[in-house]
């Protein structure tokens, strides 16, 4: 005896089209092994490149078009000159960073969200101020608007780590809301 409603059986059964999504994954898994193999376990110093890009001078450390065996984080070294500053952007990933040299700070601009028909942002017009210097760790929530500032005489350089995680997951918000000064 059938526990099922005799509908939900006829719609589970009733024709449909067919295809390989599965065989085709399986495809392409056995694709991406095979050349997974080849991508570099060591990224060199030289094969590191650099970029002056809106956010400011940064050097690629692991990105996803440096094919590394590393599939989740991006990390880049960021260049702040003495009294400089990065761009101002958002990303709806977290960031992490590492001040590896020099002092400064970072404004932080909350975000609120909501959900009703659609996803609403709305970001706080007072920002928050985060002083750092060598040897800190500073955490910069999803989607809130942030900006480096470097106070100290010889610049700053810090490393910065985004995971690219929710770009497949439908989640690749990103945007630069002001370029770094000379960008």
């Known amino acids: 005896m059938s526990l099922l409603d005799p509908r939900e059986r006829a719609a589970a059964h ?3 089209r067919n295809v390989d999504f599965y ?3 399986l495809k392409a898994s056995a694709e991406f092994r095979g050349e997974y193999d080849g991508r570099m376990n060591v990224v060199k110093a ?3 490149p650099f970029e002056r890009s809106p956010n400011g001078l940064i050097k690629h450390i692991i990105n996803e078009r440096m094919n590394t065996k590393e599939c989740c984080l991006d990390i880049y070294m960021q260049f702040l000159p003495a009294g400089g500053a990065s761009g101002k952007h958002r990303h709806l990933s977290e960031e992490v960073f590492y001040v590896v040299e020099g002092e400064g700070y970072d404004l932080h601009w909350d975000v609120r969200f909501d959900c009703h028909d659609k996803m609403e942002f709305e970001w706080e017009s007072e920002p928050k101020k985060f002083e750092w210097r060598t040897g800190d760790f500073v955490y910069i929530p999803p989607y ?4 480096h500032f470097s106070t100290g005489p010889g610049g700053a350089r810090i490393i910065v780590c985004t995971s690219r995680i ?5 989640f690749d918000w990103f945007e630069q809301i002001e370029n770094a000064e000379g960008f």
């Not at 929710?166 to 439908?170: F, H, L, Q, S």
């Open 23 to 25: 065989a085709q994954a």
């Open 166 to 170: 929710v770009k497949p997951m439908g």
């Open 144 to 147: 809130c608007a942030h900006k």
């Open 14 to 16: 009733a024709p449909t």
């Open 46 to 48: 030289h094969e590191m």
